[in-house]
């Protein structure tokens, strides 16, 4: 999923930081442990949530695309959706007041 990170790997990671930042974070869906795709539910706490999908920018950088907020039921309906062609797909989800996703913050060593 990053590179030659495998999303086993880096799954928990985001679990943690959002934990740490006082958000919960969970698993729904277990993929393929070394390549497995990924999205990321975002509920806001409201009925709604927000699903990110990785995609590539021109210069090849993953950036996270955004769609919604949209009623949370509608945002299961596309991961149930797009589950049933990607056996290999994680999904997790984070629940956070705020709407955040911990997914762009920078790592450092």
């Not at 945002?75 to 997790?92: A, E, F, G, S, Y």
């Amino acid at each position: 999923m990053f590179g030659s990170v495998k999303t086993s790997f880096w799954a928990p990671a985001l679990i943690r930081r959002a934990e740490t930042g006082g958000a919960y974070a969970t698993v729904l869906f277990k993929g393929d442990p070394d390549a497995g795709a990924a999205l990321i539910k975002v509920r806001l706490m409201d009925g709604q949530a927000v699903l990110y999908r990785p995609m590539r920018d021109m210069s090849g950088e993953r950036i996270w695309l955004p769609k919604g907020p949209l009623d949370e039921a509608e945002v299961d309906q596309d991961i149930l959706k797009r589950r049933k062609t990607d056996p290999d797909l994680w999904v997790i989800e984070v629940e956070d007041r705020n709407g955040r996703h911990f997914l762009t913050e920078k790592v450092e060593a």
